[in-house]
């Protein structure tokens, strides 16, 4: 069954220190995998998607098939990064790519 | 820059009644689905809509579940018997094709009492 699973609820860090958001998949076919953002008071938005190989705001996230994961990264933690942090995966066994949601793990960012 | 909006923003009412939880796609978009999310729970996939008709639901989109596309603009879901297990954040979302990002909406807070 297709799968998302994000282990921490909760990631505490300082300012200045490296973050690394848990992802890990199950999935049959070739997984298309997003990291999605909620900023407090602010709706869902796409943070960044495995397949364009970008960093966004200093994040970046690589696809390890072998491991099954999708760990989002950030050398330098920032503030203003603190908020909902959800991992989800395109679900194209349903042909129109609904997205399956991980449980989502809380960033917290302390001065 | 173009916004998914979801009216209300919060809709309280009483077990047995009917909802309508209403959303306005992006203009040029040709996808359309509807998520939940329990409080303290993940988000899941209820519906997705695309040329007019339901393409895909999941189990929790059962009987009391309807989505319309009434006028070319507005895409609403209505619940036609709630249940306090309704009671849930509702996201829209649209999207232009297959592989382009999702747009999400703001959410409508649906509290069941």
């Known amino acids: 069954a297709q799968r998302v699973t994000q282990p921490e609820k909760l990631l505490s860090v300082f300012k200045g220190a490296p973050v690394e958001l848990k992802c890990n998949y199950s999935?049959?076919?070739?997984?298309?995998l997003f990291w999605y953002v909620q900023y407090s008071r602010q709706r869902l938005q796409l943070l960044l998607r495995?397949?364009s190989r970008e960093s966004i705001k200093g994040f970046t996230a690589d696809l390890n098939k072998g491991e099954t994961s999708f760990h989002l990264k950030k050398p330098f933690a920032q503030e203003e990064d603190s908020a909902m942090y959800y991992c989800?995966?395109?679900?194209?066994?349903?042909?129109?790519?609904?997205?399956?949601f991980g449980k989502g793990t809380k960033l917290s960012v302390k001065p | 820059e173009p916004e998914v909006t979801q009216t209300p923003s919060h809709q309280v009412t009483q077990m047995g009644q009917e909802v309508i939880l209403r959303c306005v796609p992006i203009?040029?978009?040709?996808?359309f689905y509807w998520y939940r999310q329990i409080l303290g729970q993940k988000v899941e996939f209820l519906v997705s809509?695309?040329?007019?008709?339901?393409?895909?639901k999941s189990e929790i989109f059962d009987d009391q579940f309807s989505v319309e596309r009434p006028d070319g603009s507005n895409f609403t879901l209505k619940i036609r018997s709630t249940k306090l297990e309704d009671s849930a954040m509702y996201f829209c979302?649209?999207?232009?094709?297959?592989?382009?990002?999702?747009?999400f909406g703001p959410g409508t807070r649906l509290t069941v009492t």
């Open positions: 495995h397949i």
């Open positions: 979302a649209s999207r232009t094709g297959l592989g382009y990002e999702q747009y």
């Open positions: 989800a995966l395109e679900n194209y066994g349903g042909s129109q790519g609904n997205l399956i």
């Open positions: 999935y049959s076919g070739s997984p298309e």
């Open positions: 809509f695309y040329n007019n008709e339901i393409s895909e």
């Open positions: 203009s040029n978009h040709l996808y």
